[in-house]
C-alpha cells in the first residue's frame, strides 16, 4: 500500500504543479487517501494479529531484519502520504467551490 500510495502521488499530480488538467484528478487523491490511510492501516493490524498468533507457536523463528520492526514505520509511512492526498484532495475541493 506504501508504493501505491506513493504512486498515486505522482498521478495526482502532487509532487508537481497542476498545469495540465489531466494531472489534477481528485479521485486519484481519493483513491490514494483510502489505500495509504485505511487499507494500510487494516494490513497493519491484520499483519500484527497473524504474527501474534504465529509467535505463540513453539515453532516460530524470525528473521534477522524482524518484520515486526519494519512493518509498523511502512504502515506509518503510507498512513502519512493518505493523509498527503487527502490534503491534495481537500485542495481540490476547494478550488472548486
Known amino acids: 500500500m506504501l508504493l501505491v500510495a506513493a504512486a498515486l502521488l505522482f498521478m495526482g499530480g502532487e509532487f508537481m504543479p497542476c498545469g495540465k488538467a489531466a494531472t489534477c484528478d481528485p479521485a486519484v487523491n481519493l483513491s490514494g487517501f483510502v489505500g495509504g490511510s485505511l487499507i494500510g492501516v487494516a494490513s497493519f493490524g491484520a499483519f500484527m494479529a ?22 509498523p514505520w511502512i504502515a506509518g509511512l503510507a498512513w502519512a ?16 467551490l
Not at 501474534?52 to 519494519?70: E, G, H, M, Q, V
Not at 502520504?81 to 472548486?96: D, P
Request: glycine share 6%.
Open 81 to 96: 502520504l493518505g493523509i498527503w492526498h487527502m490534503f491534495g484532495f481537500a485542495l481540490h475541493l476547494t478550488r472548486l
Open 50 to 71: 497473524d504474527d501474534k498468533a504465529y509467535r505463540a507457536t513453539k515453532r516460530y523463528r524470525d528473521w534477522p531484519i524482524s518484520p515486526r520492526r519494519l512493518i
